[in-house]
């Protein structure tokens, strides 16, 4: 079950990055934040209290904090790499990162995983890389895209490894207070960098749709994964999560014409396969 949650978020996380890509490149990664963050923070306050009720204590606010300032860090430098670079290729490159930090975690702590789990998370590392690969000029990764991608995994890694060892007490309270302590943060850095309403003086019609389902879907895929982290090991559940960008990829092929290659294409393929050993493994 939890290797299954995990991939509910791990499609929730995909969905997101895209809307949240396109949202970025129209008014920027600041102004997309200051609207979705507090969006998401909002359904995740409503689950923590109806849904999954948890202890609100000493501990539970100080993992809240420590998740929360590298969630919203994480975010910034997620939409500043989707804003400079192909969201097909820029989302596959955060994954590597953010894959690799709660499975050595999870590891080093000492959980155990089974043939078929490794196998899945070979499989998987491979179909992260292969998504990961360009071919083109016109769809060349800049070193500041590159940049603000690799920044980004590991906050993301970061974020997921704080998420999956959280209290087990604490409900899902700790990515809600999180999502809150991160709109806190960016209040003030809006009034700071913007001094006005992000949703003001653009030249370009504010995004709200795009903007707020990509914080609902955000909100979404982080309370789900907390749960999953809870049944699974996190070595297994963290790397099925970081598979979101195999859903990024295929929306922006649709619905934004990015090219595909073949090897991209195999690299989808396998990490659906990685997908489903995972689960069975799990």
């Given at each position: 079950?939890?290797?299954?949650?995990?991939?509910?978020?791990?499609?929730?996380?995909?969905?997101?990055?895209?809307?949240?890509?396109?949202?970025?490149?129209?008014v920027?990664?600041?102004r997309?934040?200051?609207?979705?963050?507090?969006?998401?923070?909002?359904?995740?306050?409503?689950?923590?209290?109806?849904?999954?009720?948890?202890?609100?204590?000493?501990?539970?606010?100080?993992?809240?904090?420590?998740?929360?300032?590298?969630?919203?860090?994480?975010?910034?430098?997620?939409?500043?790499?989707l804003?400079?670079?192909?969201?097909?290729?820029?989302?596959?490159?955060?994954?590597?990162?953010?894959?690799?930090?709660?499975v050595?975690?999870?590891?080093?702590?000492?959980?155990?995983?089974?043939?078929?789990?490794?196998?899945?998370?070979?499989?998987a590392?491979?179909?992260?890389?292969?998504?990961?690969?360009?071919?083109?000029?016109?769809?060349?990764?800049?070193?500041?895209?590159?940049?603000?991608?690799?920044?980004?995994?590991?906050?993301?890694?970061?974020?997921?490894?704080?998420?999956?060892?959280?209290?087990?007490?604490?409900?899902?309270?700790?990515?809600a207070?999180?999502r809150?302590?991160g709109?806190?943060?960016?209040?003030?850095?809006?009034?700071?960098?913007?001094?006005?309403?992000?949703?003001?003086?653009?030249?370009?019609?504010?995004?709200?749709?795009?903007?707020?389902a990509?914080?609902?879907?955000?909100?979404?895929?982080?309370?789900?994964?907390?749960?999953?982290?809870?049944?699974?090991?996190?070595?297994?559940?963290?790397?099925?999560?970081?598979?979101?960008?195999?859903?990024?990829?295929?929306?922006?092929?649709?619905?934004?014409?990015?090219?595909?290659?073949?090897?991209?294409?195999?690299?989808?393929?396998?990490?659906l396969?990685?997908?489903?050993?995972?689960?069975?493994?799990?």
């Amino acid at each position: 079950m939890g290797a299954l949650l995990a991939l509910v978020s791990s499609l929730a996380w995909g969905c997101a990055d895209f809307v949240a890509g396109i949202a970025t490149r129209r008014v920027g990664a600041l102004r997309v934040l200051s609207v979705s963050y507090p969006a998401g923070a909002i359904p995740l306050t409503l689950a923590a209290v109806f849904l999954l009720p948890g202890i609100i204590n000493a501990n539970t606010v100080a993992w809240a904090l420590g998740v929360g300032l590298v969630g919203i860090l994480a975010m910034y430098l997620f939409y500043r790499a989707l804003a400079a670079g192909p969201m097909g290729i820029v989302s596959p490159i955060t994954a590597v990162l953010s894959a690799a930090i709660p499975v050595i975690t999870g590891l080093v702590l000492g959980e155990t995983l089974a043939a078929l789990a490794i196998i899945g998370m070979v499989l998987a590392v491979v179909a992260v890389i292969l998504v990961s690969v360009e071919t083109g000029e016109d769809r060349r990764v800049t070193p500041q895209a590159l940049g603000w991608a690799l920044g980004s995994g590991v906050a993301i890694g970061l974020y997921i490894t704080g998420v999956g060892l959280s209290p087990d007490d604490s409900g899902l309270w700790v990515v809600a207070l999180g999502r809150w302590f991160g709109v806190a943060l960016m209040c003030v850095i809006v009034l700071v960098g913007l001094r006005r309403l992000p949703w003001t003086g653009l030249a370009v019609p504010y995004p709200w749709a795009f903007v707020i389902a990509s914080g609902v879907l955000d909100a979404t895929a982080n309370g789900v994964f907390q749960i999953a982290a809870r049944l699974d090991d996190l070595a297994i559940v963290g790397l099925i999560a970081s598979l979101y960008p195999a859903a990024t990829v295929v929306l922006a092929r649709v619905f934004l014409s990015e090219r595909m290659s073949r090897v991209q294409l195999v690299g989808v393929v396998l990490a659906l396969v990685a997908v489903a050993a995972l689960t069975v493994s799990g």
